[in-house]
């Protein structure tokens, strides 16, 4: 089992940049990829962005490249996501979620079977 606890949602303004970070315990996160998915009211979950624990390499949904960083502290076991030129469409609930390594397609929700429970960001316009 993995254990996920996210920090750093709140409420910002369009075009501010907010921080998430995720602290995961219960494994060794060397053989896991970490990302994070968001869910906003009446839409299903969407894949934002995902990180292999051991080669570091990263993925993004389409919607967030450019703007958004995930990255990875191995001494904390924490995840981070920074969010930058956020804008109202990025609004959601984000989870952090975890899974093991190489288990299909980095970009679809249902691929990750460990989920944190979720953190409020809200962007105002």
């Known amino acids: 089992q993995v254990q996920l606890v996210e920090s750093g949602g709140g409420l910002v303004q369009a075009g501010g940049s907010l921080r998430l970070s995720c602290a995961a315990s219960?494994?060794?996160?060397?053989?896991?990829?970490m990302g994070w998915v968001r869910q906003t009211p009446g839409k299903e979950r969407e894949f934002v962005a995902a990180?292999?624990?051991?080669?570091?390499?990263?993925y993004y949904a389409d919607s967030v490249k450019g703007r958004f960083t995930i990255s990875r502290d191995n001494a904390k076991n924490t995840v981070y996501l920074q969010m930058n030129s956020l804008e109202p469409e990025d609004t959601a609930v984000y989870y952090c979620?975890?899974?093991?390594?190489?288990?299909?397609?980095?970009?679809?929700?249902?691929?990750?079977?460990?989920w944190g429970q979720g953190t409020q960001v809200t962007v105002s316009s």
């Open positions: 990180i292999n624990w051991s080669a570091g390499s990263t």
């Open positions: 219960g494994r060794t996160l060397s053989n896991y990829d």
């Open positions: 979620v975890a899974r093991q390594q190489y288990s299909g397609s980095y970009y679809f929700a249902a691929n990750y079977d460990y």
